[in-house]
């Protein structure tokens, strides 16, 4: 196995506020990584500061053998990093097809993949085939001449979902994907990421708070708490980490059984 | 739906080329004013309905390609009026260049439109010193060029050979910012108005694109500019005023900022109001400050947007009556074309 990202001892905080207080972690090519932790715990603040959304104080961030540390956030998205948000942001005017066409001209684009002259207004027509493929397999076939912000909650998260996958990432960060999902959607979420992992070849970064999402998909975890790492590893050595075991006592760390 | 945009394009388009043909000689300038005017509003628009990028110092782009057509055929140094609006269009792109470096790293919002502003205004009080460019007086007597094609020559002293030159003038202008709108760029402006952040994570270097909208708003003000001068046939520091930055603004909110047409409508509809008003002193802008009320709170779409409503609730309340009635609002993209 050979490292992808690499984060090696990170700070941040905001103001006086000290968030990230020295995380250190090697995400491994092809392995879903999870980051969990309480409410403010900095899982969301580590997710910034992995994608350059906000630069770390101190401490080096490497992807794929770049110093990423210093980059701006798009130059990392061109390295093939891709991502979600813990509150789903798609395109509200656009329609959910425009969400995912922009996206996969937006990768055309900036990775220079293929020329899209300024003069022609309709999409390629291997745009569009793109598109339809994608949508057909989040299941949002159906709803594409929708403007993205009638969708419900769930449709709205697969749709950001395929927005971070139509940038082919070599690296996909969620943010909580299954966040105010019912436990059926969480189901079909859970799959779904299973499904399209194993189709693109991707490694994946997720944080989440249910406890079955992360059976369900992560090969190792980082404990977070209040900015600092608890335990890392796999399921089984983090379960059996009385620190962890302390922080989430009486949580669904005992419940599930993975 | 398609028919219909069509027959309204093109009687459009007859009745601006045909407007010598019918109208009197004050009739025409204000025609003339209004071609001049709707390509101004769409560039600044380009900025504001497209990037999400509010400038209110607009009116300093058109008034720096004014200056120099006319300075330019005033001198009559020779050189070929075509020549002289693409030069007009590049000193307009250099000054958003410019500007834009400076003031898009830091800020996009209120600030934006606030230095805009300012520096408009230094620009305007420079140029009333400004012996060369006629102080306070501006450049009077600005002769209208002839216009030389190589294979043929047409002289555009007349209003009405001029003001036809405009009519193509101005259409080739607003076909290219069309295009610009509504291809790959332009959706990827529209992005980022809708959300920065998303359009950064898809790999796009978001102040990168603000400064490209900014630069091609910038030139094609200047080009407005440009057109204006021996339209008018002078060129005062009133051209860079505050209140001509308002007018790209008024016209966008009353047709429609988030329409590309929206500018055209609103320019079109004030210069009406303008024109009905015209012997009621003070009037006008009772009646626009009025108007832009009821757009504002009835209709924060503007006119194009409230048209678009009502063929909505027409197209739907017809079908809802057949077998298959439309779903929700709005289920057609309107920023990708449709397939034809
Ligand atoms: N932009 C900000 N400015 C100031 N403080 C912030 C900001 N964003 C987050 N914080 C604070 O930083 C801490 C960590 O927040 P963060 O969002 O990273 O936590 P989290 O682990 O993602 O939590 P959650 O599970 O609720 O999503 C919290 O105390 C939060 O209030
Ligand atoms: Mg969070």
Known sequence: ?258 | MRLINTVLFAACLAVMFTIPLWADQGILFIAGLVLVEMVFALSWNLLFGFTGLASFGHAAFFAIGAYLCGYALRADIGAPFLLLILAAGVAGALAAVLTGIVLLRRTTGIHLAIFTLALAEILRILVGYSTALGREDGLASIPRPSLELGFASFDLASGEAYYWFLCIAASVIVGFLWLICHGPFGRILVSIRQDPERTTFMGINVPAYRLAAFTISGATSGMAGALYAPWAQIVTPESAHWIHSTQPMLASLLGGAQSFWGPVVGTVLFSIINYSTRNLVGLAELVIGVVLLVIVLAAPSGVVGLVHELRRRLTARVSHAGPGAEGKAGSKGKFVQEAA
Do not use: C
Request: hydrophobic share 40%; net charge negative.
């Open chain 1, 1 to 258: 196995m050979t490292t992808l990202l690499n984060v090696d001892n990170v700070y941040k905080s905001y103001g006086s506020l000290p968030v990230l207080k020295g995380i250190s972690l090697t995400v491994e090519e092809k392995e879903t990584f999870a980051i969990i932790g309480p409410n403010g715990a900095g899982k969301t603040t580590l997710f910034r500061v992995m994608t350059g959304e906000v630069l770390s104080e101190r401490g080096r961030i490497t992807y794929a053998d770049h110093d990423v540390t210093g980059m701006s956030a798009h130059d990392r998205v061109q390295l093939g990093m891709g991502r979600t948000f813990q509150v789903a942001r798609v395109f509200p005017e656009f329609s959910v097809e425009e969400n995912i066409i922009v996206a996969i001209e937006a990768r055309l684009r900036s990775r220079s993949e293929s020329s899209l002259p300024w003069y022609r207004t309709r999409p390629r027509s291997s745009v569009r085939e793109e598109a339809g493929a994608l949508l057909q397999d989040l299941d949002l076939w159906s709803k594409k001449a929708t403007e993205a912000k009638f969708l419900s909650h769930g449709d709205k998260k697969r749709l950001e979902l395929g927005i971070a996958l139509a940038g082919k990432p070599q690296i996909l960060m969620l943010d909580e994907p299954t966040a105010g999902m019912s436990p059926s959607d969480r189901i079909a979420t859970t799959e779904l990421i299973i499904r399209l992992r194993a189709a693109n070849a991707m490694t994946v970064v997720m944080t989440e708070h249910d406890m079955d999402v992360i059976f369900g998909l992560a090969n190792r975890i980082l404990v977070m708490n209040q900015g600092e790492m608890i335990a890392i590893g796999t399921i089984d050595e983090v379960r059996a980490n009385p620190i962890v075991r302390e922080v989430y006592l009486g949580k669904e760390m005992y419940g599930a059984d993975g």
